[in-house]
T-cell receptor
């Protein structure tokens, strides 16, 4: 009930492409869905977050899409750049934060 | 600048030895956390503390211990009972509760000699 399933495990795109990372959850008590970005040797940093009363949120080139009925949410990165190469984690919060397994994104020049 | 400081960045443990990882925050956050990160397994919660002098076990607390004597500090001890301690350890904090966005330190990488 507390799991968050994230896919794919790794993703390679060309510069300018639109990588999409998907997450699914089971616990309907989750009510806050953040995404974190982590560079090698660094701690994760909060990138963008959404609450289930909205279906989409944009911040710069990053967009979260949220489908409450399907219990799924996804991260889209528009016009991806080599500097976006990092590991991305989705998470969901009910009584506490539960993380997905992570997606290693590589954006080739 | 406010933030979370973890030290050391790299740490080596001998067999049968306890080691302590330091975590200090100057964000005036009430809650602090320790996570373990292994490749392909995301972040797993070891211990968390919502107030001084109180802490709770997370999902993988066996072989670890913590203390919270000051609001700013939440050290983690990896004991000899933890048979597979090699991992990247992350400390985090949040303003009030476990539901708040969490700010992370830059981690300590622990290896076995």
């Amino acid at each position: 009930q507390q799991q968050v399933k994230q896919s794919p495990q790794s993703l390679i795109v060309q510069k300018g492409g639109i990588p999409i990372i998907n997450c699914a959850y089971e616990n309907t008590a989750f009510d806050y869905f953040p995404w974190y970005q982590q560079f090698p040797g660094k701690g994760p940093a909060l990138l963008i977050a959404i609450r289930p009363d909205v279906s989409e949120k944009k911040e710069g080139r990053f967009t979260i899409s949220f489908n409450k009925s399907a219990k799924q949410f996804s991260l889209h990165i528009m016009d991806s750049q080599p500097g976006d190469s990092a590991t991305y984690f989705c998470a969901a919060s009910g009584s506490r934060l539960t993380f997905g397994e992570g997606t290693q994104l590589t954006v080739n020049p | 600048d406010g933030g979370i400081t973890q030290s050391p960045k790299y740490l080596f443990r001998k067999e049968g030895q306890n080691v302590t990882l330091s975590c200090e925050q100057n964000l005036n956050h009430d809650a602090m956390y320790w996570y373990r990160q292994d490749p392909g397994q995301g972040l797993r919660l070891i211990y968390y503390s919502q107030i001084v002098n109180d802490f709770q076990k997370g999902d993988i607390a066996e072989g670890y211990s913590v203390s919270r004597e000051k609001k700013e500090s939440f050290p983690l001890t990896v004991t000899s009972a933890q048979k597979n301690p090699t991992a990247f350890y992350l400390c985090a904090s949040s303003r009030y509760s476990l539901r708040q966005p969490q700010h992370f330190g830059d981690g300590t990488r622990l290896s076995i000699l």
